[in-house]
């Protein structure tokens, strides 16, 4: 009799956990992945797709806009809520079964059940039942966090309830300077919705370039949402079906909606970490994990969301990926977490990867940047007030690429091919060498012939 019930116990059928369970099983382990909610996790049932498929629906509202200078006369335009939720809602089901399909067809068994640690090796379904396994793989992910208990905490929702709302709020006051946040405002102003947004820090977007952020901001605000920086929320009353804000700088704001994104926290409440002996990183409240995403127990892993290391999809998919490979595989592959490309699907959109300017000139000594900002030759005709911002950040004694912030449409897509020359340490002369296609927006990237600024850091005196 085997010593164990399976080779394999993933907790979680999210993105990470599927990916680990389809190709330890591909490798012939005996794997099982307990799923509490949907197949699919965050990023398909509430998180990267519907949210895509939002962004996608309230662009529309820019197309129509810009149409008239091109010659169109649109008649009078609606917009149905009802439909959007229901249309995406079906397209998530159908997302959610292939993930299932896809797990069975590899050989790997479903348990739809919260799964809890007994001890190491031994797991406790909510049905009752106890599983042993050999190794355990937690991908639990994260959910949203809503700070401090402030009165009126109850009547917030977060973007899990926000893909589900009856009916599209006329006022909405978001809370939070991050992507998730500001993603949400955009899709809510293209829908028509009047949009305020609250955050603490001195501008959005902590993190990213600070040219992007000014950029970002301007063209929000461009568009009628309002930002509030400096403050935050800190009480909220409901009276009938409106809600009142109180903010730390003394104001108040009427809205049909509060909706806080300030965060998400690693999904490790009351799941026995303790029976088992995982430790938590005290850094970052994710599960303490080393190079090969191995946990402080030998048997057990976690990736994804719950390591609270980059919280994105292909990240937690690659973790996965590179734990079955490694443990169920003999093929040990650790993931080289550097030169992320990420995306902000505000509107006008943001695609980034590698350093900041801040970074790049607090890390080396010469740094050059490449800025230009311009009119899209779309606007030319539209009328619309808007400009792209693209940026190289360049080491000054290698010539290397160290980082590219684009803002506009579709800059993430240019972001992810940009991102394997960034990946292949491409230099400045590599991207002047590529010859500019044209007409496109993306040609400016290869056509930036003189620095806008030069930044020597001299060596310090002995
Ligand atoms: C609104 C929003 C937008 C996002 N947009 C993007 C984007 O554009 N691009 C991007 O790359 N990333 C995006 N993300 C982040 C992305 O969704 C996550 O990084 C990704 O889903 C993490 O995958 P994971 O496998 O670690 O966890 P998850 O996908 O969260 O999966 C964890 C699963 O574990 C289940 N679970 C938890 N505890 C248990 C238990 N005890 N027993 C059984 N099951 C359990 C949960 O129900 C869940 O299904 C977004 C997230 C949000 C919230």
């Not at 389809?22 to 005996?30: E, N």
């Not at 307990?34 to 398909?44: L, S």
Request: proline letters at 4%.
């Amino acid at each position: 009799m085997a010593e164990f019930d399976v080779d394999l116990f993933v907790i979680g059928g999210g993105s990470g956990g599927v990916r680990a369970a389809r190709i330890a099983a591909g490798h012939g382990a005996k794997v099982m992945v307990a799923e509490e909610y949907r197949m699919g996790g965050t990023c398909v049932i509430r998180g990267c797709v519907p949210k895509k498929l939002f962004v996608i629906g309230s662009h529309v509202r820019h197309e129509i806009d810009d149409a008239a200078g091109f010659g169109w006369t649109i008649p009078p335009v609606s917009f149905d809520w009802p439909t959007l939720v229901a249309n995406k809602d079906k397209e998530i089901a159908r997302l959610e079964a292939a993930y299932t399909s896809n797990v069975e067809k590899s050989g790997a068994r479903i348990v739809k059940t919260r799964a809890v640690f007994e001890g190491a090796h031994s797991l406790r379904l909510s049905t009752g039942e106890s599983v042993s396994a050999k190794y355990v793989l937690i991908a639990t992910g994260g959910a949203p966090n809503h700070g401090p208990m402030i009165p009126g905490i109850e009547h917030v929702i977060s973007s899990n309830e926000a893909f589900h709302l009856a009916e599209l709020p006329r006022r909405i006051v978001i809370q939070g300077g991050g992507y998730i946040a500001l993603e949400f405002a955009c899709i809510f102003a293209g829908f028509g919705s009047d949009v305020t947004v609250v955050y603490r820090g001195d501008n959005i977007l902590r993190g990213f370039d600070d040219d992007v952020r000014a950029h970002v901001r301007a063209e929000m605000e461009m568009q009628g949402i309002t930002i509030l920086t400096g403050c935050t929320v800190d009480k909220i009353d409901k009276r009938a079906k409106e809600f009142t804000s109180h903010l730390s700088n003394g104001s108040s704001l009427a809205s049909d909606k509060v909706m806080f994104a300030i965060g998400r926290h690693p999904n490790v409440g009351g799941l026995g970490l303790e029976k088992a002996g995982v430790a938590i990183n005290p850094n970052n409240g994710g599960i303490a994990v080393d190079g090969w995403s191995r946990s402080s127990v030998p048997n057990i892993y976690a990736i994804g969301d719950v390591t609270h290391r980059h919280n994105l999809t292909p990240v937690a998919i690659r973790e996965g990926h590179a734990f079955a490979d490694t443990v169920f595989g003999k093929h040990p592959v650790q993931v080289d977490h550097s030169s992320i490309p990420t995306a902000v699907f505000s509107q006008p959109e943001i695609g980034t990867v590698g350093l900041t300017e801040t970074e790049a000139r607090a890390q080396f000594s010469h740094v050059d940047v490449y800025k230009t900002a311009f009119r899209p030759i779309k606007s030319t005709m539209s009328g619309r007030d808007t400009r792209i911002l693209m940026k190289l950040v360049v080491d000054g004694t290698s010539d290397r690429v160290l980082g590219c912030h684009i803002v506009g449409d579709i800059a993430a897509e240019i972001v992810q091919a940009v991102a394997i020359a960034v990946k292949m340490k491409a230099t400045k002369a590599d991207f002047d060498a590529t010859f500019a296609l044209h007409p496109t927006a993306a040609e400016e990237l290869v056509t930036m012939r003189t620095p806008t600024a030069r930044y020597v850091r001299e060596a310090a005196a002995e």
